[in-house]
């Protein structure tokens, strides 16, 4: 591929990166001002109408080896979880997260945005915002007339073209063995009626996907918000740009400096290039990316740009600084061989790869017009369960949890097993079918950081996950796979824990996970754990724990003085005509998945960016 094609020297906006905030941010500005010169330079590939990213069961392929969709990023080992390295994929693509997620519609608690605003100092970002922002870009397929969700938005929200059965039975069996904890039909409420229940036991009630149910495409940002306006040539979207640092003079953002991306151009110039911008330049390169741009352009943490020789522009030690994410576990199970699940698939059986195109094909249906995850519950423990997460976890519950009934401490779902392996192979066996109970703490206390080495753009950063570093959260994923493995072991279609997937208890305990092959009694007595069990549960999780891909965090919008980087109108601190738009500002976490967050963002950056140029709003 040659060089990126700018079509003139100087834009009013440029956009690093192409990500999901960013999409929304220039296609919604591109709608309102269509004479605005806007740019987005992006690393990665172009998505648009390409099978991978419009096909939803197809999502696993962007973190398989060899992908060009993603970038691995690897943390330093620690102790904290087994001397390991966590590997952490980052979307890098037209589209960004939203073209290689995993479709799961999953929103935040109302009282995380309130945190934003009156814990953070952010006026403007409070719940009641957020929800109408929310509301506003998506067109809700699933049930009419709710009050926290949009009807009339460009992106599709339905329940995808497949109903799992060993989900169905996670729902049907689940309040059951989690008494008090019953059938609603409404998980995504975003206020505390979304807590402790299951989706209604119903072929028309589950977790709901970003899955268009008339097309059974992915709903994704650069499909809905860019390349959906083809006849506007102000708005140009250059794949196979690599930004490397934003230009400054006397402090002002004036331009960009740029390379052709050696994996998507490898043919192309390798020299840097620049271009300018008129008016802004908004940073959307994502967690790992928009701080690693601002360390390269001179802004961060005096100390630390001195030693890799960068000159700087502005003392901000708070860049990079504040990682986030969701610690992910998924303990695997047999499965009856009833079961539709992905193993097949993974293994590249030809006869159920084609049969599964063929349904989608059709009508949007089958495995691939899913993405394998169908029931869940967001966790919260009564009073009379507070005890069961031991004392590590007390002031954790009295200083956050407490006084916020909306906020969960886990989320916890149980499905096939996602097609990220070939475990069968993995075990030497048979070709086998598996579920996993899966869960993750949905605010873990932990904090990381992330940083660049030297200014080389394609450099590997310095990143400390912070993973397992705070008991609150070991105690709280402690609760989570004792309360998870009850449920599992109850479902009809349960044949058993894989073994290699579970703690390794000590010899002669109550929780020895090899002697279950089939489900058991509904009435069963619940297994016992002694201190050597949970010492067992423990070690299991510092060595099994995973991310989420819910990285967040590291340009943190909250005051300069306590580590932010960004105020409540996104503008960097010490700078003019520099924003950031991405899910690397929130200040503090939210308990699901980063989409709808991305999108509330860049739906709130193009607010203001408009109000800021006096852009007329549509």
Known sequence: MSDAPLSQNEYDIIFAGGGTAGCVTAGRLAKADPSLKILVLEAGPHTKDMIDHIQPGRYIRHIAPGSNTTTLHVSKPSDAVGGRNIFVHTARCVGGGSAVNWLMYNRASASDYDDWETEHNNPGWGSKEIISLLRKAETYQVNPDLPTHGYSGPLKVSLGGHYDLSAQQFVEFGPKVEKDRSYSKEYNSMHADSLNVFALISISQRVPKWIDEKTGKRQDAA??????????????????????????????????????????????????????????????????????????????????????????????????????????????????????????????????????????????????????????????????????LGPEFQSRWRDFFHNKPDKPILWMKGSPRLPATDLSKQLGIPPTKFMTGGYFPAYPACRGSVHIISDDVYAPLDFDTGFMTELSDIAILRWAYKRSREIMRRLPVYRGPVPQSHPQFPEGSNAITTTETS????????????????????????????????????????????????????????????????????????????????????????????????????
């Open 223 to 388: 499909h809905n918000f860019i390349y959906n306006q083809p006849e506007n040539k102000n708005l140009e979207v250059l794949d196979g740009c690599r930004v490397k640092r934003v230009i400054f003079e006397n402090k002002r953002a004036v331009g960009i400096e740029f390379f052709n991306d050696k994996f998507i151009r490898p043919n192309a110039d390798p020299v840097a290039r620049t271009v300018r911008a008129s008016r802004l330049i908004v940073i959307s390169a994502g967690t790992l990316g928009s701080s690693a741009i601002l360390e390269r352009s001179g802004i961060g943490a005096a100390e630390r740009l001195k030693k890799i020789g960068i000159p700087q522009i502005v003392d901000l030690p708070g860049v990079g600084e504040n990682y986030q994410d969701h610690l992910l576990v998924g303990a695997a199970y047999f499965v009856d061989p009833i079961v539709d699940t992905y193993d097949a698939l993974v293994r590249g059986d030809p006869d159920e790869t084609k049969k599964q195109l063929d349904m989608w094909t059709k009508d949007g249906t089958g495995l691939l017009g899913s993405n394998g995850v169908d029931a869940g519950i967001k966790l919260r423990p009564r009073e009379d369960e507070l005890h069961e």
């Open 519 to 618: 489900p058991v009694d509904i009435h069963a007595p619940k297994i016992t754990y002694d201190a050597d069990d949970d010492a067992a549960i423990d070690h299991y999780h510092r060595h099994t724990v995973a991310t989420a891909w819910h990285s967040m965090g590291t340009c943190a919008m909250k005051p300069r003085e306590r580590g932010g980087v960004v105020d409540p109108k996104l503008n960097v601190y010490g700078v003019e005509g520099l924003k950031i738009a991405d899910v690397s500002i929130p200040p503090s976490n939210v308990n699901a998945n980063t989409y709808s967050t991305a999108i509330a963002i860049g739906e709130k950056a193009a607010l203001l960016i408009a109000h800021e140029l006096d852009i007329h709003w549509f």
